[in-house]
């Protein structure tokens, strides 16, 4: 059974920069993983993803300030955000797909102090 375990939130000032981790066990990282978030009355929307082929897209708003990326000797995949702003407070959840099966994590709550 896969399980996804995001890690990393917590409270930050604006302009710093965060690295949110999702600890993947169960598979390998042989699959198509993405970062979404769910920001207090709005909908969850997909802000990273990072196909199997390592292929990257990012949401056109946050793109300059993210990096996703797969760290196979921890078999996790990594979202670095940069300056960080007080809207970028959300709940931001992991999501993997192998081969159509999708599972999801717990989330990670992160805020941005202003």
């Known amino acids: 059974q896969v399980q996804l375990v995001e890690s990393g939130g917590g409270v930050v000032e604006t302009g710093t920069s965060l690295i949110l981790s999702c600890a993947v066990s169960g598979n390998t990282l042989d699959g198509n993983f993405g970062w979404y978030r769910q920001a207090p009355g709005k909908e969850r929307e997909l802000v990273a993803r990072?196909?199997?082929?390592?292929?990257?897209t990012y949401l056109a708003s946050l793109r300059d300030r993210l990096a996703i990326s797969k760290d196979n000797a921890k078999n996790t995949v990594d979202l670095q955000i940069t300056s960080l702003k007080p809207e970028d407070t959300a709940v931001y959840y992991c999501?993997?797909?192998?081969?159509?099966?999708?599972?999801w994590g717990q989330g990670t709550q992160v805020t941005v102090s202003s």
């Open positions: 999501y993997a797909d192998y081969g159509g099966v999708a599972y």
């Open positions: 990072i196909v199997e082929a390592g292929v990257e």
